[in-house]
């Protein structure tokens, strides 16, 4: 079999997460409704994030100190202390919040599993990734996990040579075409995009239609297929 | 020969750790002078990370999400806004701290990397832990890097297994019994005790004193040296 090795993107390719960073987001501007316009407000956030990224990395935790450290810029430090607690509480709940497979996610992965190692391929927080793999209850059809800081092209190179038999026969497959996608094509593995319904706007770049390892698929549903054709 | 694997703590073994948390601790304390005894708001600071473990994992972002935590909850949400901004900023001067190699360890791992297959085996934020070994010039020196969120005999043994011959051919060593030591020994393997002049009280337990595979090493220094005679 030419494909020895399946990776998977988790958040918003297995379950559901950049909704919940909307909503939190919406949350937040409802908390400064008084002091700020949203506009304004998610500008000056996305402004935060972007900056504090190579400091934080990808996650909650960062996510939450940037909303606390957004707050006080844009009320010139006089924020009440109420903002600061309700911010402090919307991060742990996004840190609860219930895990749940968006749907075809099980049936895909328990046909690949059959025929592939699968490997979860996945940015943010190490121990909230792991909590939230294990909530899923998706974690026993994984043969490997992989928490990276970063999805550059030698980062597949080195997951798939680790868990497979190098990228020339894996195939990695998730929502963000800035990270799963163009990367995993650049190291050498075939890249099927399934879109999730809002990217994050730090993730987004435009498909690379026509490349001959690359498709896109409309749902999950349609990856072990996809995969098994590739021969 | 007998052992194949070197598995090295990062923080407060490689480099300091704990005395830049207990100098922002100091920092802390200092922002809130006015408003609590540096006694009770240690105390209040610990029982708030402890009840944050379990959700934020090891690091420097929980730990300032915790320190903002206390703050609002020392002072009944009355907490200025100058002091949030301080402790966010103090979170991310710790995050862009230099590191410096603990006095030995570059000589200690040189002669080590000879003879072993090196891993770095530590928690924490997963950039963070990254960016100080990038940042430290001890990268090179290492085969592979673990960063996990807990630190169990299965850990230990997985670690071992992927990237040696087993426990059974490795040694563990660290500046904390609870999280290097103890656990290491209970996976089977060696396990060296070089103490940090301080420690976290979340890692403090007691050294397994008379283990046939347990030694405490006043420094670094005298690591490769125990190894060598363990055959």
Not at 170 to 189: H, K, T, Y
Request: glycine share 8%; charged share 20%.
């Amino acid at each position: 079999m030419r494909i020895t090795t399946v990776g998977l993107d988790a958040d918003d390719t297995l379950w559901h997460n950049e909704t919940l960073f909307r909503l939190t987001q919406e949350r937040f501007c409802d908390l400064l409704a008084d002091r700020a316009d949203p506009g304004p407000l998610m500008a000056r956030l996305a402004e935060v994030e972007a900056r504090n990224l190579r400091l934080y990395g990808y996650g909650v935790k960062g996510f939450t100190l940037s909303m606390i450290e957004t707050a006080m810029e844009l009320t010139h430090g006089e924020a009440p202390a109420s903002v600061v607690r309700e911010i402090l509480a919307a991060g742990r709940e996004m840190l609860t919040e219930p895990v749940e497979p968006l749907p075809g996610v099980e049936a895909a992965l328990e046909a690949l599993s059959l025929d592939y190692r699968l490997v979860l391929v996945t940015k943010g927080d190490l121990l909230h990734q792991e909590q939230k793999l294990a909530a899923s209850g998706l974690g026993d059809l994984f043969a490997a996990v992989e928490i990276v800081s970063e999805k550059t092209a030698s980062t597949y190179s080195a997951v798939f040579d680790r868990h497979g038999s190098g990228p020339g026969r894996a195939v990695m497959c998730g929502n963000s075409v800035r990270s799963d996608i163009l990367p995993a094509l650049e190291a050498g593995a075939f890249a099927a995009h399934v879109p999730y319904p809002m990217t994050w706007a730090h993730e987004h770049a435009e498909p690379p239609v026509g490349h001959p390892r690359f498709a896109e698929l409309a749902s999950i549903r349609d990856l072990p297929a996809w995969v098994a054709g590739l021969g």
